[in-house]
């Protein structure tokens, strides 16, 4: 069924998965609502890789079919949003 999910939480240093309810995405934005020192890290792919999220309001947004993402900080703790559509 159509909808959006929205979390809002703090990664650690400890890679997290986000998931949907079993759902899969249609598109995923993801911000790092954080001042602090380090960055934001986001994996689309099980964690073989991660997008650097560096500075406060730096965000990613993409059209894809997914059934989770991860987040983790490369120091510290890191705030972030994200809104996904399914």
Known sequence: MPGVYQFNGTATTS???I???GDTSDSIFIQNTDSG??????SFDG???YK????????????AEL???????SVGSKLYESIITV
């Open 15 to 17: 890679p997290t998965t």
């Open 19 to 21: 998931t949907y309810n």
């Open 37 to 42: 020192s380090g960055s934001l890290l986001v």
């Open 47 to 49: 964690g073989s890789t």
């Open 52 to 63: 650097t999220l560096a500075n406060m309001w730096d965000y990613i947004s993409i059209n």
């Open 67 to 73: 059934t989770s993402f991860m987040v983790k900080s």
